[in-house]
């Protein structure tokens, strides 16, 4: 299995990375091959509603989403971790949201696994509305929402004083085989 990691958050070993780094731990154990991006170290441009990836079946802009688009393509799991921003994603995942249109057409998503990793705040009762909101995403790109981690955190690392949350974590990347 190839599992690949989406970090969401500006900030490095946050909730979100440390979270991230446990599933990507327990999926290497099993002998899953692994990767992470930290969105916020790459250049990804707003999609400009150009079209061309409805004709082209890809994007034609050339800025680092040409890096992931390859790494999603052979990804069997995909995870997309983004802290609680009012209620919503982080800018940073939306933007990459926005510029997964080719796969609409593509179809290249169809049939992949996903993990969603949020921390916030107020935990699990205020991520429901972006649970369901990714969900719609990921359905409209046939790809399936396997697990949902979501985490209460308010400081920078603060998982770190959760075991069970990190033992969660680590378990649902254990759950991909080879
Ligand atoms: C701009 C901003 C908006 C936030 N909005 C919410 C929110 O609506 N609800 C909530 O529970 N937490 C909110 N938080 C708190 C973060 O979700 C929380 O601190 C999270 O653990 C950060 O994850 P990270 O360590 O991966 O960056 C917000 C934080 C920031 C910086």
Redesign the pocket.
């Known amino acids: 299995m190839k599992v690949t990691g989406l970090?969401g958050?500006?900030?490095k070993k946050?909730?979100?990375?440390?979270?991230i780094d446990k599933i990507l731990e327990g999926a290497n154990q099993v002998g899953s091959s692994t990767k992470k991006f930290y969105l916020y170290d790459l250049t990804i441009l707003p999609c400009a509603d150009c079209k061309k990836c409805l004709k082209e079946l890809k994007c034609s802009e050339n800025d680092d989403m040409q890096r992931i688009y390859k790494e999603l393509d052979q990804s069997d799991v995909i995870i997309f971790?983004?802290?609680?921003?009012?209620?919503?994603m982080?800018a940073k995942m939306k933007l990459l949201i926005d510029r997964l249109r080719p796969y609409t057409v593509n179809n290249k998503l169809r049939g992949k696994k996903v993990i969603l990793v949020?921390?916030?705040?107020?935990?699990y009762k205020?991520?429901k509305d972006l649970i369901k909101l990714f969900k719609n995403i990921f359905n409209r790109l046939g790809m399936q929402l396997v697990e949902s981690l979501c985490?209460?955190?308010?400081?920078?690392?603060?998982?770190l004083k959760q075991p069970k949350s990190l033992e969660n974590a680590y378990t649902i990347g254990k759950s991909f085989g080879k």
């Open positions: 970090v958050s500006p900030r946050g909730n979100t990375d440390l979270l971790g983004t802290p609680l921003y009012w209620n919503s982080s949020i921390p916030s705040d107020e935990g205020a991520c985490v209460k955190a308010h400081e920078k690392g603060e998982v």
